[in-house]
């Protein structure tokens, strides 16, 4: 470790040189006065002393050197943080880093870690998309761009911003995944939300900094911080958090952000049917469109107005709206027939079955529906559906159907997401059920003495292999080799590797006692096994090691080592028979490491830089090369691994001498940057994708015109000729148009908006003058949210039919509001507006009690009525 200039602290002119292994041996020692051990002992680094002493903790003799000797600088050899005693503050050491920077091959494609160019292209016009063509070479081919500066990228410190070494480890690891980070430096048209906090542009402006050229030591990550924050209140303070956890909820909100919907196939029977019945579409006109063109009238009544919404919705109800309920009740399959699609709870070590749908569906594979269109003019006629609403009755309480549930993805889903499949067996009647469930990362156990004695033991392996589970993963190893194991363990503690905990996590789970299954073929709650297996690998596999278990009274850390290997692990063990995956062999990123106890501690980072394939430690502004032993010592909390192709390696060098042929070519084919960043990055990138650019009609979406240079690039002939024949999909284009289709529906659903808002407003204010209303409707406000949410263009579909059922309850035959309820009240003109667009229900009415004045007016005639009669 050598001194650096610094303008913090004038005294690091004094620090000797002194190796990071000679700091740790020190750390064994004792303090040279009192003889006390570790963990609390600090190291003078005044060049030529050799001074160890205890802290505050004991009797502080550091201090007391530093006081009598003058010397200032002192460093912690636990954290390895160095402080200041006549600064008193902390200060940082810039370490030479080393001109031991390995150049890249010259055959491959493209350093995951390329800083984006700060010159930003004028966008294009939206009716003339041109993209230009110089350029694609350049960022495909890696020998455009030589390492030469002394300091590698990626090398930079984050600052403690108080007691945020959890942020700072997490954040670490994640910017050393290639693929995530490629994304952010070269897909920045894709970079864009107007949700806030805007974690992903913070997130981005992060990385572009730590990846940039002329680095800083370290980077204050404060815009992150906040934004986190924002998100998560959890996080607020100065408390010491889980730094699993922060990932999960920085993940959650960058796909939150980003996420786009996955384009669905055109339904062609449908277009057809849309085509054939003209009629029929003009017959089911917006009735919003058709009540705003009245109110336009000022020689209309706003009572005549009024009644004719209820005639309008009347007439409707009874004649032609029923003939719409089997045009829209079309049942679509959606899941097998051997069981119900389930998601796993995000906190559950092991697959729960619960009874929501997965939040975060995978990305598909395939590119269907979708044809391919070279140089077609825009499409005469939309291909969507039609937007006029079409209406049906409900029966009373009778939940309607909802509104149909998109599927989104996302650079963290394609990155990370993963499948497993359960099965779950009744030992009463044999029945198997099957549930699919997403992934983001795995928790895993860390199995003791027992548990290792049942994974390893011959008898437990031959019931594995037979059960269909993992005992695959110790086929290889005999029973004498298991039983030096065991010794070794009375000695030195359990053996425990991560193949073990794979193998604890997949291991066969009996279902009995408080834990049985609920059979829905008996009926009953049974006897069961359940099975668990990946069904889809992801491109980075996180894993989880729980070391910490939290109890209502305290918390305690399972501090077991846990060996993991740097390169090869293998998943082929724990694969479903059906899995689609090729690779399925990793090789290891980073890994998050936690010094301490439960109730304190200290979070650090070791992470292999891309471009020169060296291992760092990351401790907070601190960046030190470390050796290869010293990262597989080290107390792993969450590791991420990367598949592992020499294939994709191959084929990378093939594209990169293709590039540098500069073969001429009559055409120019446009390809999508978000999938060229996987083709760079990934080892399995899967078919070309260009629908991020492209719309269901072939063509560019308005909304994506503006920056359409961000999104694609120019390939030559013979390159996208080669990708296609390599990994197909599409579709193929060297054409861009703005799409008119889709503009008309933008428009037709802008209006459609403004309609419906309009209306609603004149007929609330009318709502509101009125004294005393007959009748008032009551509506659920998840509902009407939904509505609002359209009609304000935050949602981009329009929201299902009303459902007041969560409102509603049945009391002798009546629905009547159920008490507590979340719900508003609207007049009957406006129930009868909002249910002839999108039906649904129940009807759930309140009539207000009758006033004092209107009973005595009542009574009154009750009186002159009996008094008539007896005369």
């Not at 998309?129 to 590698?152: H, N």
């Not at 004719?308 to 004649?319: E, M, P």
């Not at 009551?778 to 509902?783: A, K």
Request: overall charge negative; some cysteine.
């Amino acid at each position: 470790m050598s001194a650096a200039s610094s303008n913090d602290c004038p005294h690091l002119d004094s620090v000797g040189e002194i190796t990071k292994e000679e700091l740790i041996q020190k750390s064994h020692g004792q303090c040279q006065d009192c003889k006390v051990g570790g963990p609390n002992l600090w190291a003078c680094l005044e060049n030529g002393c050799s001074y160890v002493g205890c802290g505050e903790s004991h009797a502080d003799h550091s201090t007391v050197h530093s006081q009598e000797a003058r010397h200032n600088l002192t460093v912690n050899l636990t954290t390895l943080r160095v402080w200041c005693y006549a600064c008193s503050k902390e200060v940082f050491l810039e370490r030479k880093l080393g001109p031991h920077v390995k150049m890249p091959s010259a055959g491959k494609l493209i350093s995951p870690v390329q800083t984006p160019s700060p010159d930003l292209k004028d966008p294009g016009s939206p009716t003339s998309l041109r993209v230009p063509p110089a350029g694609a070479c350049d960022e495909l081919d890696m020998e455009t761009e030589e390492e030469d500066e002394l300091r590698t990228r990626g090398l930079t410190g984050l600052k403690n911003i108080g007691n945020t070494c959890y942020m700072n480890a997490a954040l670490q690891a994640l910017s050393n995944c290639p693929p995530l980070t490629q994304f952010f430096l070269d897909c920045g048209g894709l970079v864009k939300t107007d949700k806030k906090p805007a974690l992903s542009k913070s997130y981005q402006k992060l990385i572009t900094d730590l990846w940039h050229k002329n680095r800083n030591s370290y980077v204050v990550p404060t815009n992150l911080f906040q934004g986190i924050k924002a998100v998560n209140p959890m996080f607020r303070g100065y408390s010491q958090q889980d730094s699993q956890e922060f990932l999960r909820c920085l993940m959650d909100q960058l796909h939150e952000e980003l996420k786009e919907p996955i384009p669905e196939p055109e339904d062609p029977n449908q277009a057809v049917a849309m085509d054939d019945c003209p009629d029929e579409d003009n017959h089911n006109i917006n009735e919003a469109e058709m009540l705003i063109s009245e109110q336009n009238q000022n020689n209309r009544d706003w009572q005549k107005e009024k009644n004719l919404i209820n005639n309008l919705y009347r007439a409707g109800s009874h004649g032609d709206l029923d003939k719409d309920v089997d045009t829209t009740n079309e049942s679509r399959p959606i899941i097998s027939s051997q069981g119900a699609i389930r998601a796993q709870g995000r906190n559950s070590g092991k697959c729960k079955t619960v009874t929501s749908v997965t939040i975060r569906p995978q990305s598909p594979s395939g590119n269907e529906g979708v044809t391919s269109r070279l140089s077609s003019s825009p499409p005469k006629s939309s291909m969507w559906p039609s937007l006029s609403s079409t209406h049906k009755k409900v029966p009373s309480f009778t939940p309607p159907k909802s509104k149909r549930q998109r599927k989104y993805h996302s650079i963290i889903s394609e990155v990370f997401d993963g499948t497993i499949v359960s099965s779950v067996q009744c030992l009463t009647c044999d029945r198997v059920s099957v549930t699919l469930e997403n992934f983001q990362d795995i928790s895993l156990p860390i199995p003791g003495k027992e548990d290792l004695a049942k994974l390893h033991s011959s008898s437990h392996q031959t019931a594995l292999v037979k059960a269909g589970s993992c005992g695959e993963a110790y086929a290889a190893q005999g029973w004498i080799a298991f039983v030096m194991e065991y010794i070794k363990s009375w000695f030195w503690g359990p053996v425990v590797t991560l193949q073990d905990c794979l193998a604890a996590f997949f291991a066969r789970d009996e279902l009995k006692g408080d834990n049985m299954y609920s059979c829905e073929k008996c009926k009953k709650l049974r006897n069961g096994v359940k099975f668990c297996k990946v069904q889809g690998l992801p491109e980075i596999l996180c894993i989880h090691l729980k070391r910490f278990r939290h109890e209502l009274m305290f918390s305690t850390k399972i501090s077991t080592h846990v060996s993991f290997p740097l390169e090869g692990l293998e998943m082929q063990p724990f694969l479903a028979k059906d899995c689609p995956a090729h690779t399925t062999s990793y090789d290891l990123l980073s890994v998050i490491c936690h010094h301490g106890t439960a109730s304190s501690g200290h979070y650090i980072a070791y992470c292999r830089n891309e471009l020169n394939q060296l291992w760092y430690e990351f401790d907070d502004q601190s960046v030190t090369e470390v050796s290869e032993s010293c990262v597989q010592n080290a107390e792993a909390y969450v590791l991420f691994y990367k598949k592992s192709n020499d294939e994709t390696q191959k084929e990378r060098r093939k594209v990169t001498s293709l590039l540098n042929m500069m073969e001429p070519s009559l055409l120019q084919f446009y390809i999508s940057r978000q999938w060229l960043n996987k083709f760079k990055t990934f080892a399995e990138p899967g078919p070309i994708s260009n629908h991020d650019f492209l719309c269901a009609h072939g063509g560019v979406p308005p909304s994506k015109a503006s920056f359409i240079d961000d999104l694609v690039m120019m390939l030559p002939q013979n390159v996208w000729d080669h990708m296609y024949s390599r990994y197909g999909g599409g579709p193929a284009v060297n054409h861009l148009y703005v799409c008119h289709t889709c503009q008309n529906e933008i428009e037709k659903l802008e209006k459609r908006r403004k309609n419906e808002l309009d209306m609603f407003v004149r007929l609330n204010k009318a709502f509101q003058e009125e004294e005393s209303p007959v009748v008032i409707y009551c509506i659920s406000m998840q509902w009407f949210r939904e509505w609002e949410g359209f009609v304000k263009g935050k949602d981009i579909d329009p929201s299902g039919p009303i459902d007041n059922s969560k409102i509603a309850v049945n009391k002798n035959g009546h629905i009547t509001l159920k008490p507590g309820a979340d719900s508003g009240q609207i007049s009957e003109e406006t129930w009868n507006f909002l249910h002839s667009i999108y039906g649904g229900g129940p009807v759930v009415t309140v009539r207000p009690s009758v006033s004092h004045q209107e009973a005595e007016t009542s009574q009154t005639e009750e009186k002159i009525e009996v008094e008539t009669r007896s005369v």
